[in-house]
């Protein structure tokens, strides 16, 4: 089966890595065809296990490798392009941006209730499966709602892209 990894953490906050090693140490794990998109963490796999399994051995091994905490998020191929077209509010506006914060699990209702409290005049949200979605009035760095808040108030680690750069993604795949 064909993934795509989105990793935290990666080329962000002083913790930078060499697209090169990070396709070698997913290659020492025994996955083929490992490749990476862009240089954020991205990266496309083949592997016959389950998408969990290769969460937790992802993360595990490059805690290992790189010294710090690399939250990891799988998705099958097929699913990115679903995720990347997904609108849960229609037409994105001009000026807008839309992204998409990949989860290991479904929030359960508690979380996704306080996620959705934090919607303002320049931020929304919908929790769509393991995936919530953040419109923002204009770029990331205008959202009122920090991801360290996000995270805390999701109860779990995530990870965000840009829905454009993910279309992107799934028009490699």
Known sequence: ????????????????????????????????????????????????????????????????????????????????????????WGTVPPGHTLMVWFLQSRPDADAAAATHALANDQDRFAVVGTELYQQIAGGFSNSSVKANVLARTLGRPATARNTTSVGKLAATL
Request: proline share 5%; glycine share 10%.
């Open 1 to 88: 089966m064909r993934y795509v990894a989105f990793l935290g953490g990666i080329n962000v906050g002083g913790h930078r890595v060499k697209m090169d090693r990070l396709r070698d140490e997913l290659t020492s794990l025994g996955y083929d065809d490992v490749a990476t998109f862009i240089a954020s963490g991205n990266v496309i796999l083949t592997s016959r296990k389950r998408a969990a399994t290769l969460e937790s051995e992802i993360e595990g091994h490059l805690h290992d490798a790189l010294g710090y905490a690399v939250p990891t998020f799988v998705r099958p191929a097929p699913d990115i392009s679903d995720i990347a077209s997904h609108r849960p």
